[in-house]
C-alpha cells in the first residue's frame, strides 16, 4: 500500500448480514473476516430487530491493517458486554489501558478511515489510521447524551510484532466511535428517577419524581444496567436540583452481577450493607426510584425488593405513585382554551364531546376578554393575560369569585412586547416572560400573587417567546427568540432559601435541545422528559416531532402531520390526546386516529401547568 492513502466504499447489506448471520451461528464458528480487499468505512449498519443479538468477529490471523481497523470498528457496534472481541485487536497493552466505558463518539455516518505507512515504506512494521466524522453527539461516563457538532478526527496506530508478525492497536482513543444507526440500534434510552430538592410535588406532602435520560445498551443486561445506574447518581446537569434517597456508597451487593425478574414479575435487588440500616420510609422512597426507573425499560417489572445483609428492606409495588408525585401518572380532568368570546373555557381531557364550558370563576364566567390563559395543576387556579397581552390576573376557579386588579402589567409599548402566556409550577407558583424590550424579564409569582420575583437567567441570548416548567418543578423550556427566530433551550431551576430572606430563584445551564431545527414556534411538554415541538429544519417546511430534554430524538413515531400550527398542548401522561390550536381551530389526535376538530373558534390550548 505503501504511502497511498485508503477510502473504500462504505459497509453495506453484506456486513449487516454477516453480523445477524454470526449471531445465529456463533457456537458453531462463524466465518473468518475477510483478508483481502479494499479498507471501507464503518458506515452505521440498516436499522435492526433490536432483539436480534450482534456479535463480533475476532481477528484473523494472518488480517492486514486494513481489517483490523475495520474488525475493531465493526466489533465497537456489537453487542459484546465488555468488548472483549474489540479487545482481541488491540495490543495486551493497550488492551488493558483502553476505557470504553469513557464515552460514545456518534458520528452522522460511521467513521472513515485513512491510512499512511510510516515513512512511506511499503515494509514498514507500524502505520497510523485517520479516523474522521461529523459528529452528532457524545454520551459520556454517566450515559449522559449531548448533542455535538463539528469534525471528529483521531487516529490509530498500528504495529506489527516482530515475532508473531500479526498486526495490532497499540494506540487508540478513549471510548467508543460509531455511526448514527448503529447508535440508535445499540443504545436506547431510559428515564431512571431521583427527587425535586427543595420542592415538594402539588398535593405538597410528595416529593416530586424527576426524569433523568440515560442512555444503556439495549441488549447488555439493560435492567442491571439502569440498576447500577441509579445508584451511582444523577447525571451532571440535573445534579444539582435533585437528590436520591440511597444512601452514599450504596452498590450492589458483593458478587451480584446480574439482576433478573422472577415469575411474579418481581425484582430482588441485594444492596451492600450502605442501606442496612434504612427506615421503612427512605426505603420506600429508594424502591419507588427503581420501579419508576425499570418500568421505563420493561414492563415484565412491577414490584421491587430492596435487601442488605440478607434481610428484606421493603418491597413496593404500584403503591410507588403514593411515595412520590410523577408527571405522567397524574392525569388532567380538564383541557382548557380561550373560546370565541375570549373566555377561559374547558372540556373533559378524555371526552369526545366538542361542547366546553366557562371556568368557574371570573375568568371563565365574567367579562374580562383573554388572549391566554393557564390552570394550577391541582386545576383549583387559573391565570390569564388580558387581550392587549399587558395585564396578568390570577383568580380562584369557584364560581361567583370576583377579579382582582392584575398581579403583573407589562410596559411594552405594543402587544408582542408584553406578556407571554403564564405557566403553573408543581409548588404552584406562576412564571410568566415580560418582553418588553426596555427591560426583559423572566418572573416568578409565588403561590400567583404578591411581588413578582425576578428569575437570573445566567447566559440566556435573546427573549423569551413561550414559557413551560415540567411537572418535577425543576427543569423549564423556554422558546427563546433571536433575529426573528426561536429555538427551544431547557434549563434546570435552581432556588436558594436563606432564614429571613426572600428565595432567589435562577434558570442555570441552558442547553439547545432541538440541534437539527433552524425555528421553533410552540412547544409543551410530553412526557417526564420529553416534549413536542412545531419548527423547521434548515429549508425545510414546519413539523411537529418529539424531542427529549437531553436533545436526542426518541424511538416514539413523530405526531401526525399538521399544517398551520400556532399552538401545541400536550400532558405529561400519554392517556390524553395532543391538543393543537391550528388554522382549522382546535383539533386533537387521539391515540391510533387522525387529527379531530374539537371547535372552529378558539385558541391557546393547554392542559394543567
Not at 518 to 534: H, K, Q
Request: hydrophobic content about 35%; overall charge negative; some cysteine.
Amino acid at each position: 500500500m505503501g504511502a497511498d492513502r485508503e477510502r473504500g466504499a462504505r459497509r453495506g447489506p453484506v456486513r449487516a448480514a454477516m453480523y445477524a448471520a454470526c449471531a445465529a451461528v456463533l457456537l458453531a464458528g462463524c466465518a473468518s473476516m475477510p483478508d483481502s480487499g479494499d479498507l471501507r468505512g464503518v458506515e452505521s449498519t440498516p436499522r435492526q430487530d433490536t432483539q436480534v443479538r450482534v456479535f463480533a468477529v475476532p481477528p484473523a490471523d494472518d488480517a492486514q491493517p486494513p481489517e483490523i481497523v475495520q474488525g475493531f470498528l465493526e466489533a465497537l457496534t456489537s453487542d459484546d458486554p465488555h468488548y472483549e472481541t474489540a479487545r482481541k485487536y488491540l495490543t495486551p497493552s493497550a488492551a488493558k489501558k483502553w476505557t470504553p466505558e469513557w464515552s460514545t463518539t456518534v458520528l452522522e455516518d460511521g467513521p472513515d478511515a485513512e491510512a499512511t505507512r510510516s515513512g512511506g515504506q511499503e515494509d514498514a512494521d507500524d502505520v497510523s489510521y485517520a479516523l474522521t466524522g461529523t459528529r452528532v453527539a457524545t454520551v459520556d461516563a454517566q450515559q449522559s447524551y449531548t448533542p455535538a457538532a463539528g469534525l471528529y478526527s483521531q487516529s490509530l496506530h498500528l504495529t506489527r510484532d516482530k515475532k508473531t508478525q500479526q498486526w495490532r492497536i497499540d494506540s487508540l482513543p478513549r471510548g467508543v466511535v460509531m455511526g448514527k444507526s448503529d447508535f440508535q440500534r445499540t443504545y436506547a434510552s431510559v428515564n431512571k428517577y431521583y427527587f425535586a430538592a427543595n420542592t415538594a410535588g402539588a398535593t405538597g406532602s410528595e416529593p416530586a419524581a424527576v426524569a433523568d435520560p440515560v442512555y444503556v445498551r439495549r441488549m447488555v443486561d439493560p435492567v442491571t444496567q439502569v440498576v447500577r445506574s441509579v445508584l451511582n447518581g444523577p447525571t451532571k446537569w440535573l445534579g444539582p436540583v435533585v437528590r436520591s434517597s440511597f444512601p452514599s456508597g450504596t452498590a450492589l451487593g458483593k458478587g451480584v452481577s446480574s439482576l433478573t425478574p422472577d415469575d411474579q414479575n418481581k425484582l430482588t435487588v441485594p444492596l451492600n450493607d450502605k442501606a442496612a440500616r434504612v427506615g421503612s420510609a427512605q426505603c420506600s422512597e429508594m424502591a419507588a426510584q427503581l420501579l419508576f426507573t425499570l418500568q421505563t425499560v420493561t414492563p415484565a417489572v412491577d414490584e421491587v425488593e430492596l435487601r442488605a445483609d440478607g434481610a428484606q428492606l421493603c418491597s413496593l409495588t404500584d403503591r410507588a405513585v403514593t411515595v412520590a408525585a410523577r408527571g405522567s401518572a397524574k392525569l388532567p380532568s380538564y383541557l382548557y382554551f380561550v373560546d370565541g368570546e375570549h373566555r377561559l373555557v374547558r372540556i373533559g381531557a378524555e371526552s369526545n364531546g366538542t361542547r366546553p364550558d366557562p371556568v368557574p370563576g371570573p375568568l371563565g364566567e365574567g367579562d374580562k376578554t383573554l388572549r391566554s390563559g393557564a390552570v394550577s395543576r391541582n386545576e383549583q387556579t387559573a391565570a390569564g393575560v388580558g387581550m392587549d397581552g399587558k395585564a396578568l390576573y390570577v383568580a380562584s376557579m369557584v364560581s361567583g369569585s370576583s377579579l382582582g386588579e392584575p398581579v403583573l402589567v407589562s410596559e411594552g409599548k405594543t402587544e408582542n412586547d408584553r406578556l407571554t402566556a403564564p405557566s403553573w409550577d408543581s409548588q404552584g407558583d406562576l412564571w410568566v416572560a415580560d418582553r418588553n424590550p426596555d427591560s426583559p424579564r423572566l418572573l416568578l409569582l409565588e403561590q400567583g400573587k404578591g411581588e413578582p420575583l425576578q428569575v437570573k437567567t445566567a447566559g440566556l441570548d435573546g427573549r423569551i417567546k413561550a414559557v413551560r416548567v415540567a411537572a418535577d418543578g425543576v427543569r423549564i423550556a423556554l422558546v427563546v427568540e433571536k433575529d426573528g427566530k426561536g429555538s427551544l433551550l431547557v434549563g434546570r431551576i435552581q432556588r436558594e432559601l436563606r432564614s429571613g430572606e426572600r428565595q432567589t430563584v435562577s434558570v442555570q445551564q441552558l442547553r439547545s435541545v432541538t440541534p437539527g431545527l433552524e425555528e421553533v414556534t410552540a412547544m409543551s411538554w410530553a412526557g417526564d422528559s420529553r416534549l413536542v415541538v412545531v419548527g423547521r429544519e434548515p429549508g425545510g417546511v414546519e413539523q411537529l416531532r418529539y424531542v427529549q430534554v437531553d436533545g436526542s430524538t426518541p424511538d416514539a413515531p413523530a405526531p401526525a402531520a399538521l399544517t398551520g400550527v400556532n399552538e401545541i398542548a400536550a400532558s405529561e401522561g400519554d392517556e390524553v390526546p395532543l391538543v393543537a390550536y391550528s388554522e382549522d381551530g382546535i383539533v386533537r389526535l387521539p391515540s391510533g386516529a387522525q387529527w379531530q376538530q374539537v371547535v372552529t373558534r378558539g385558541t391557546a390550548p393547554v392542559y394543567p401547568g
